[in-house]
Structure formats: structure tokens, C-alpha cells
């Protein structure tokens, strides 16, 4: 599976942005979707991941009523929207596939539950 991410960028403060997540090479359709992150100096965080069979989706607690997660109907894809943008959202963001059902769905917020993970796109939060 390769993946490819697409969207980062510089935004400001209260801003929005708009990550795209494409993966290519097998079907993974019972599987999930996730976005991490990481930033200088801190560990990596779990910002959202989805269920591709069920759609259930999880978040992490700093983002949660400002990023949503989605899936487009080819289960290959996902885009993570991001509102009310803060400085604290500055980080590398990557996307990871998992190819196999979760037994409990929200496992999709552990990094290692997954198999394939993208080379990472940057988001700056800055005015």
C-alpha cells in the first residue's frame, strides 16, 4: 500500500485546513484510517482515525469539535478538516492504513495498530 498526503500548509490562527489521504496498492476496506501527528519536542499524538466498514471514527481530546475525519466511498481515501486552528495544531501530520479489522474499533487511535503510514505532511499555525 502506498499512501499520499496532500494539503499541509501555512495557516493562521483560527484558521482552516483541509488534509487528503490517498492509498493505493490493495484494498483495505474492512480496515481503518488514521491521522497522527507530531510535533518538535513532543510525542506522537493520535488526532482521528476511521472505521472503514462501520465509518465509527475517534478523536483525540485537543481536537475533537474542531477536526472531523472522512472517508470517500472508494475506502481508500480519507481528509481530515481542520477548523479554529491554534499554534498547538503546528505539527507533522501523517496518515496510516490499517488492512485488517479492528476488533475494537476504537483501537484505530493506536499507532500501532497499523501497517502502512504516509511520509507525513506539515502544518504551521502561525500569524
Known amino acids: 500500500v502506498q499512501l499520499v498526503e496532500s494539503g499541509g500548509g501555512l495557516a493562521q490562527p483560527g484558521g482552516s485546513l483541509r488534509l487528503s489521504c490517498a492509498a493505493s496498492?490493495?484494498?483495505?476496506?474492512?480496515?481503518?484510517i488514521g491521522w497522527f501527528r507530531q510535533a518538535p519536542g513532543k510525542e506522537r499524538e493520535g488526532v482521528a482515525c476511521?472505521?472503514?466498514?462501520?465509518?465509527?471514527?475517534y478523536y483525540g481530546d485537543s481536537v475533537s469539535n474542531r477536526f472531523t475525519i472522512s472517508d470517500d466511498s472508494t475506502k481508500k481515501a480519507a481528509s481530515l478538516q481542520m477548523h479554529s486552528l491554534t499554534a498547538e495544531d503546528t505539527a507533522v501530520y501523517s496518515c496510516?492504513?490499517?488492512?485488517?479489522?479492528?476488533?475494537?474499533?476504537?483501537?484505530?487511535?493506536?499507532?500501532?495498530?497499523?501497517?502502512?503510514w504516509g511520509q507525513g505532511t506539515q502544518v504551521t499555525v502561525s500569524s
Open positions: 496510516e492504513v490499517r488492512l485488517r479489522r479492528l476488533v475494537r474499533p476504537s483501537s484505530c487511535m493506536r499507532d500501532w495498530e497499523y501497517d502502512k
Open positions: 496498492g490493495a484494498d483495505f476496506e474492512d480496515g481503518a
Open positions: 476511521i472505521n472503514l466498514r462501520n465509518g465509527l471514527t
